[in-house]
């Protein structure tokens, strides 16, 4: 198989790494996404992962807390979610670093970008937790934000749902599937692939999105290889 990208940014919901349980991490989830995201790499491909929190908090729980002191919550559990996946990516065999928007360096690197492209460029792949290190940014925007800064040629977003469709398809038998969007027509349309703020990010500065099911972890090998799966979101 060839790839289509040479560095690629792969967004990972918390909700993805839970697998059944729908809270926490789930082991044998982790370990079929490390198993491809090492297929990947095995192609010779520059990967930077991004990963949610929601497995274990999102800001948006702490009911009537403090919204700022909730997202910082929920960083330190996308931290956790970074840790676990370095974690099983080197029981897999491939070299990783975490890195965090953050400053914990007893337990990560805090995200300098040059540091993140060398080590892309020898083949480790980066593991960006925190978000962007700020509230009220969602982990979607700091996907864009990393995605821009490395210049990765596209951002892969794993989701549960296989697609962009017009309306919740759990919901709506009658939901329609598409197969390639422009940015203005996610805005326009209030369509739900990443909020406002990341898809505004990619539209200014030309970066792809291409969206798929987690559901089957080798969907990350067939995006990378440019095999028409999911959704292409793009200028």
Known sequence: MKAKYRRVLLKISGEALAGPNGFGLDEGTIEKICENIKKVVEMEV???????????????????MDRTRADHMGMLATAINALGLGAQLDGCGVKNRVQTAIEMKTIAEPYIRGRAVRHLQKGRVVIFGCGTGNPFM???TAAALRAVEINADVI????????????????????????ELTFTEVLAKHLAVMDSTAASLCEDNHMPIHVFGLDDP?????????????TLVHN
Request: hydrophobic share 35%.
């Open 46 to 64: 520059q990967v930077a992962v991004v990963v949610g929190g929601g497995n274990i908090w999102r800001g948006r729980s702490g009911g009537t």
């Open 138 to 140: 969602s982990t979607d």
């Open 156 to 179: 892969l977003l794993a989701k549960k749902v296989d697609a962009v469709y017009d309306s919740d398809p759990n919901v709506n038998p009658d939901a329609r599937k598409y197969d």
């Open 218 to 230: 080798e969907n990350i090998v067939r995006a990378v290889t440019g095999e028409k799966i999911g």
